[in-house]
């Protein structure tokens, strides 16, 4: 376990700068009628809406964009369940290099197909059966790429802490902020941004019910493996944390919340219906999250990061349906 803070707020602010007209300063969300409902100001920041539909174009950008020109002239690898996918394949077309993705065969077809379409070349494992990592790595060293991991790297977490960074400029300072946790990525960066603003918010991470991976290793106090979670909530599919995350998530992360993925499906249905927003499963557990009264009583003023909105309009009425 690393005993020095991977990044910093500074780290951050440097990744905003460098994201500065490349990725969208997306909008926050405000709706009385989710006040209302959970009994707080809540403040959406809408990641859904993010250049390749979600938060990742953050950290893979300001981590493909610090590579040298001889290591772009190689091209990029990364592994992803979808979302980082995409963002690697933009950020290496944005960059003028190319980008090999290894892939889930389950990966819906939609996060597939937009991978293929900025320009990256997919390659399938079986996450039952094999570690993608180790595929991805030993993929890497075969063709002479340079790997860009989805969470487990300081540039990725500090890219990805600039949604929070920018929701806290806007809307200055939170009691508590609800996020969402897969790797672990997306919350170390959030977490760093808002302690390192506003040393006493709330920083709540929240995770399906059959991944609680990160909530057993903050309980344990040591990084704890779970068998590969079968969710709705597949961007947040994660067995155990990332070593550089949970060095920073055991320090920041004040709580995890646990909802199930009936409660997911609520919410991506009524982010649908009543702020007319699209979310993709895994965006939608920290609305879910509160929602479902998982965060305990809720502050005075708590933002929540809608991490993702990539789903095709098959798969968005399938669930929707199951839940009916």
Known sequence: MTTTPPITLDDIRDAAARLRGVAHRTPVLRSRTLDARVGAEVFLKCENVQRIGAFKFRGAYNAASRLTPE??????????????????ALSARELGTTAVIVMPEDTPRSKMAATVG????????????????????????????????????????AGQGTAA???????????????????????AGSATAAKGLYPGVKVIGVEPEAGDDTRRSLAAGRRVSIRVPRTIADGQAAETPGELTFSVNRRLVDAIALVSDDEIRDAMRFAFERLKTVLEP??????????AG???????????????????????AHLLGEGA
């Open 118 to 157: 900025y320009g990256a070349q997919i390659v399938t494992y079986d996450r039952y059966t094999e570690n993608r990592a180790d595929v991805a790595e030993a993929l890497a060293a075969e063709r002479g790429l340079v790997l860009v991991p989805p969470y487990e790297h300081p540039h990725v977490m």
């Open 282 to 291: 895994s965006g939608a557990t920290g609305l879910a999250a509160l929602l």
């Open 71 to 88: 290591q772009l002239s190689r091209g990029i690898a990364a592994y992803s369940s979808g979302n980082h996918a995409q963002a690697v």
């Open 165 to 187: 960074l920018e929701l806290l400029e806007e809307v200055g300072e939170l009691d508590a902020l609800v996020v969402p946790v897969g790797g672990g990525g997306l919350i």
């Open 294 to 316: 998982r965060t305990d009583a809720p502050p005075r003023r708590v933002g929540v990061i809608l991490s993702g909105g990539n789903i095709d309009t098959v798969r968005f």
